[in-house]
């Protein structure tokens, strides 16, 4: 047995023993096996706290997760499962502001074939002509013969029926993989807010096509200020009226007259959002916020608040309004000819074309475009749907174009844009732009922008509130509120002239006219006059008796209470 | 004295691989059940959601006023007056407040002596005063089951 030399440079620890080369000497065997023991013996240790450490680790981890974080509450991953977060995968929800659904998506099965692995294509076509009497059948033969190809279509959007009668065929080369597909269960009520997809779910119109990417996302729902109980009572008048007056189309919104969300945007005729290739393009035109019209004599509120709002015209005065009024090459005339003086409130009343002309031309046409402007109504509209147009004034606008503007011709813009005007003249002189977003009510109202005073928007008011009670808006007259509002009949523009046999009858109005919190337009295009309204088909005769309906029917679904007449007015 | 250390030593990890292994098992078992409930979830939410999307389009505000015209008789939409204030609201008069219900389970024993005499067929709604039930004898000839007693 040779005695234990250990060597310095082998002993990694030796120097944390405390223990000097000189006491480790040849010839003292003793010393030299306590020192192996030493060092074995604290490897040991060290290896010993070391696997203690780690394996009391993973005890403390375990009882951390067992019971310290089970008692703070569930997993993550079942936070995950539970609550969200969003699929990402599938395209957000759409909702009305009550949270009513709109639009949503739904997974549903498609079938397809890998031609390649077809084993009976003659008994796999019998059995799928069974499972779908309308299918090409000849053509789905074509392609599943191709052996090069890999996937066919076979069907999507399967039922469950379907899905199992397929299954049963036993086929090994068809399959089925799962797809989104996208659901509008209010149907043609909504369409043209909402718009529609493709089979993809990407967004193609409305609010479908404006949010696509941020649908496509699948973030949280986007929540509408459409009120569908609303838009369901609005699009039943309209077409009531629609019926009644054989017109082709029409339009109807109703605004917040303070924060302009929409309410309700109605364009008739409407289409099936799950069929829209198959549908008219008069059903798929958006009348309220893509085609423009001269609304005709609403634009009269815009000319007198231009007025009162310069201090062209006082609402006191007296305006010369005998006819014709000749202007360059053509002759203004009224519907109700009137000679002499008129007052500025029975010249809106009354529907004076002179009266307006003469108070347009006070302001100039530098001011009266100036202001249109500022209303929204010579640019574009920011409305959040895909189908927003350009709105057509004359490039040189003289004398003539400042006369005709004032009662509504010359300018083309949409239903919209002039409802959204109307609301900043009436709430108190303040521009917000129109949205189909909601607000968060508990959110301060942003400032707009100002275009009247106040004042002048409570003389406004005044005056439509006039319109309504001795004028031509008598028909809009609702019973228990307090409208005011204005009525519009426009002749079509047609090859370079106006038709008069084609007309825009319109009546645009607010409730209650004293602190309007609502504004809503009702416009039939080309209404027949009627044995009910004497050969009239005037805004007066055909949109206000439908304003009239909408007003009685929304304003308790809006909360508004019924206003109590005073002592000797009539109610 | 080392070898009874080792043997503890031995006997100690022993019973932590064992309780490692244990855990890992159940963690496996719990992972699986885990991936199961959230298949589970999710199909449950897939089928929520068509729910929903189904009641939706039974609520179709078409549908719902055809529904409202063909069973709901005399059930009319609101008209102005109808929103007021509550302080607008006219109090009921004291002689049209109900006091008490009378219910009878049993429509056969409604007029015998024991049944109306049983305090068990009464349920004083306000407390206002204590009901005796051959006060009700006339009430009860409506034949109803419930009946609303006024003072």
């Known amino acids: 047995m040779t005695a234990y030399t250990p060597d310095p440079s082998t002993h990694v620890l030796g120097a944390n023993l405390g223990q000097s080369q000189e006491q480790i000497r040849p010839g003292n065997p003793a010393k030299a096996t306590r020192h192996a023991r030493a060092i074995?013996?604290?490897r040991l240790w060290l290896l010993g706290v070391v696997f203690f450490g780690l394996f009391a680790w993973i005890g403390v981890k375990i009882v951390h997760l067992a019971v310290i974080a089970e008692a703070?509450?569930?997993?993550?991953?079942?936070?995950?499962?539970?609550?969200?977060?969003?699929?990402e995968h599938r395209r957000s929800r759409v909702e009305d502001r009550v949270g009513r659904i709109l639009a949503d998506n739904v997974y549903r099965k498609a079938a397809y074939a890998n031609p390649s692995k077809i084993q009976d294509l003659d008994s796999t076509l019998a059995g799928l002509t069974e499972i779908f009497p309308d299918m090409n059948i000849s053509e789905l033969a074509s392609r599943l013969s191709d052996r090069n190809r890999s996937f066919v279509y076979v069907r999507r959007g399967l039922t469950p029926q379907q899905e199992q009668a397929v299954w049963n065929l036993g086929e090994p080369g068809l399959n089925f993989l799962s797809e989104q597909h996208r659901v509008y269960p209010k149907g043609n009520l909504t369409s043209h807010v909402v718009g529609y997809n493709d089979i993809d779910t990407a967004g193609l119109a409305g609010v479908e096509a404006y949010f696509d990417k941020s649908l496509q996302q699948g973030v949280a729902p986007l929540q509408l200020s459409i009120d569908v109980g609303i838009q369901h009572v609005v699009a039943e008048e309209l077409a009531a009226t629609i019926n009644h007056f054989e017109a082709p189309a029409g339009a109807a919104i109703l605004?917040?007259?303070?924060t302009s969300e929409v309410l309700s945007l109605v364009s008739l005729p409407d289409f099936d959002p799950y069929n829209p290739a198959s549908q008219s393009q008069a059903q798929l035109r958006n009348r309220a916020t893509y085609e423009t019209y001269e609304l005709g004599s609403v634009f009269k509120v815009f000319t007198l608040a231009a007025a009162l709002e310069s201090g062209a015209v006082q609402l006191d005065e007296e305006i010369d309004v005998t006819g014709p009024l000749q202007i360059s090459r053509f002759k203004i005339k009224d519907f109700h000819p009137h000679n002499g003086k008129m007052d500025i409130k029975t010249i809106m009343s009354e529907s004076s074309n002179i009266g307006a002309a003469k108070m347009a031309l006070r302001v100039g046409n530098r001011a009266q475009k100036r202001f249109?402007?500022?209303l929204g109504l010579l640019t574009p509209s920011e409305i959040e749907v895909q189908e927003v147009s350009t709105p057509r004034y004359p490039g040189n606008w003289k004398k003539t174009?400042?006369?005709?503007?004032?009662?509504?011709?010359g300018v083309s813009t949409s239903p919209l844009q002039v409802a959204n005007a109307f609301a900043a003249v009436v709430n108190g002189g303040v521009y917000r732009p129109a949205t189909l977003v909601k607000r968060d009510p508990s959110a301060p109202l942003n400032d707009g922008e100002r275009v009247i005073s106040e004042r002048t928007s409570a003389m406004v008011r005044d005056v439509l509130d006039y319109v309504v009670k001795e004028g031509t808006g008598g028909n809009a007259d609702a019973e228990g509120y307090r409208v005011g509002g204005k009525t519009g009949t426009a002749d079509k523009p047609s090859r370079g002239a106006y038709n008069e046999d084609a007309r825009i009858a319109t009546f645009l109005g607010a409730f209650p006219i004293d602190d309007p919190k609502y504004v809503l337009l009702v416009m039939v295009d080309e209404p027949i006059p009627q044995e009910g309204t004497f050969g009239f088909a005037t805004g007066g005769w055909v949109a206000a008796p439908a304003f009239k309906r909408i007003v009685e029917r929304t304003a308790p679904m809006l909360g508004l209470e019924k206003v109590v007449p005073a002592e000797g007015e009539s109610d | 004295m080392i070898r009874v250390s080792y043997i503890l030593w031995l006997a100690f990890?022993?019973?932590?691989?064992?309780?490692?292994?244990?855990v890992k098992y159940t963690?496996?078992?719990?992972?699986?059940?885990r991936d199961a409930t959230i298949q589970q979830i999710d199909e449950t939410k897939e089928r929520v959601r068509k729910l929903q999307l189904e009641w939706e389009q039974l609520n179709q505000p078409l549908r719902l006023t055809k529904l409202s015209k063909d069973f709901l008789i005399d059930f009319q939409e609101g008209v102005a007056g109808s929103i007021a204030p509550v302080e607008q609201i006219p109090v009921r008069p004291d002689n049209l407040r109900p006091v008490a219900f009378l219910t009878i389970e049993e429509p056969e024993q409604a007029f015998t002596a024991e049944a109306l005499n049983s305090p068990d067929n009464l349920h004083d709604v306000?407390?206002?005063?204590?009901?005796?039930?051959?006060?009700l004898l006339n009430a009860l000839i409506s034949q109803q089951n419930t009946v609303v007693l006024s003072e």
């Open chain 1, 72 to 87: 703070r509450g569930p997993l993550k991953v079942i936070e995950y499962v539970l609550d969200g977060p969003a699929d």
């Open chain 1, 40 to 42: 074995s013996s604290f």
């Open chain 1, 255 to 258: 605004l917040d007259a303070n």
């Open chain 1, 372 to 374: 249109l402007n500022s």
């Open chain 2, 27 to 33: 963690v496996q078992q719990v992972g699986e059940r």
């Open chain 2, 13 to 22: 990890f022993m019973a932590l691989i064992i309780a490692l292994f244990q």
């Open chain 2, 126 to 135: 306000g407390s206002l005063r204590p009901i005796h039930a051959p006060d």
């Open chain 1, 401 to 409: 174009q400042t006369v005709t503007i004032s009662y509504g011709h």
